[in-house]
C-alpha cells in the first residue's frame, strides 16, 4: 500500500493566507518543525511551513470541515470530532469505521479523488475548513476554491521526521476544533507510552541489524537516516543499516548497493503491503540474494488493511506509541510477550 494523499479546507472569507511573514519567531508557540501558532485575545495565527493564517476567535472552532488526505482523517477520529466532517475525497482509501459510515449513510460527501476534486460540490457544501498537503500541481484548483470564498490550509504533517511531532498535531486541531483540553490530554497519553516503552527497549540485551522498505523498478527507496522510520528503528532499540545518514529523505540505492550493506542485517521491516514472501518474490526476484530474506525476518505493513485501505498510514500517523510498540515487539519480542502486533504483519 502506497500512502495516499487525502485533503481539509477553509472559508475565504473568514481566513487570509500569505506567504512568511516576518514575525519573530520568540512569539510564537511551537507545535512541531512545521507547525507554529501564535495566540492572542482576539485573533490565533497558524503558520505552517511556508503559509501563515489568520483567525479571529469568533471564526472558530470549525463546525463542518473537508478532508482531502487520510493521515488528517486519523487526528480527526482519534479526537473523536467524526460529526464535523461533510466530505471527504478518495474515500475508499479511509479505514475509518465510522467515517465509512458515514459516508454510506450520504451524511460525508465524495469530492472526487488525486486526479480530479469535484470543486462544484466542494464549493456547494460551504466547508468551514479544508485541510490538506500542499501539492504545486494542484495549485490552480486551490486558486478557483480561494475564489469562490474557500480558504485552503495547508498542512505538511507527512514532512515531519520525529515521530511524536506528527502526533503533535492533535494539539493544532484541538485549537482549531474547539477540543484543545481532549487534545492535550491525548496528546499527553500518547508522549507518555512512547517514552515509556522506548525506555523499556533500553532493556533488551541485542541490538539487531534492521533494512526497511522496498524497491520499485530498479531503485531500493531506504528512509534517510533522519527520517521518521529511522528514528522509530533507533528509539525501538535496533540499528538501522543507514543509521550514519543524515538525510530526512529517502535515499536511492541499486540492489547491489543494498546487497552489500545487509548482510548481517535481521528484520527487513516496511516491506510494503506484500501477503506473502512468495508474492514478494514474483515482484522481484532479487530479494531472495538476500539472507534476511532467507534466514531472517521480514515483516509488510498489513496489519490493519481493508481492501484499499490501510490503517498504518491513518491512525499509526497519530499514535506513535502503537508503531513504536510493533517495532519493539519485532525487534525484542521478550519484552512484551503478550503483545499482538497492530500495524506490522510477519510475512511468510
Avoid at 500541481?137 to 504533517?157: A, H, R
Amino acid at each position: 500500500m502506497k500512502s495516499r494523499i487525502f485533503l481539509i479546507f477553509a472559508i475565504w472569507a473568514l481566513i487570509s493566507c500569505k506567504r512568511d511573514p516576518k514575525i519573530s519567531s520568540s512569539q510564537w508557540i511551537s507545535v512541531s518543525k512545521y507547525v507554529q501558532y501564535n495566540e492572542t485575545g482576539e485573533a490565533l495565527k497558524l503558520k505552517s511551513g511556508n503559509f501563515t493564517y489568520d483567525f479571529k476567535k469568533n471564526q472558530i472552532p470549525f463546525k463542518k470541515v473537508i478532508l482531502l488526505n487520510a493521515s488528517m482523517a486519523g487526528y480527526i477520529s482519534e479526537l473523536g470530532a467524526e460529526d464535523l466532517i461533510i466530505g471527504v475525497s478518495s474515500p475508499e482509501y479511509i479505514f475509518s469505521e465510522k467515517i465509512q459510515e458515514k459516508i454510506k449513510k450520504g451524511s460525508i460527501q465524495n469530492v472526487g479523488n488525486e486526479q480530479k476534486y469535484d470543486v462544484e460540490k466542494i464549493i456547494s457544501l460551504k466547508p468551514d475548513a479544508i485541510f490538506t498537503n500542499h501539492i504545486a500541481s494542484f495549485d490552480n484548483t486551490y486558486q478557483l476554491l480561494k475564489n469562490n470564498g474557500i480558504q485552503v490550509i495547508f498542512l505538511d504533517e507527512y514532512k515531519e521526521q520525529k515521530p511524536l511531532e506528527k502526533t503533535a498535531y492533535l494539539k493544532l486541531f484541538g485549537k482549531l476544533f474547539g477540543m484543545n483540553e481532549k487534545a492535550e490530554a491525548e496528546y499527553a497519553e500518547i508522549e507518555k507510552n512512547y517514552n515509556e516503552l522506548r525506555q523499556l527497549a533500553l532493556k533488551a540485551k541485542e541490538k539487531p541489524l534492521v533494512l526497511a522498505n522496498e524497491m520499485y523498478g530498479d531503485v531500493w527507496y531506504l528512509p534517510g537516516g533522519k527520517t521518521s522510520v529511522a528514528n522509530y528503528i533507533s528509539d525501538a532499540n535496533a540499528q538501522y543499516i543507514l543509521n550514519n545518514n543524515t538525510e530526512e529523505k529517502a535515499v536511492t540505492m541499486s540492489f547491489e548497493e543494498v546487497f552489500s550493506k545487509a548482510k548481517s542485517v535481521k528484520y527487513w521491516v516496511n516491506a510494503g503491503n506484500h501477503i506473502s514472501k512468495k508474492e514478494m518474490l514474483n515482484m522481484n526476484p532479487f530479494y531472495g540474494k538476500l539472507d534476511v530474506f532467507n534466514k531472517g525476518y521480514v515483516y509488510g505493513i498489513g496489519g490493519r488493511e481493508k481492501e484499499k485501505a490501510n490503517d498504518f498510514f491513518e491512525s499509526g500517523i497519530v499514535r506513535a506509541d502503537w508503531v513504536l510498540k510493533d517495532y519493539i515487539k519485532i525487534f525484542h519480542p521478550e519484552l512484551l510477550p503478550n503483545y499482538q502486533l497492530t500495524y506490522m504483519k510477519e510475512l511468510k
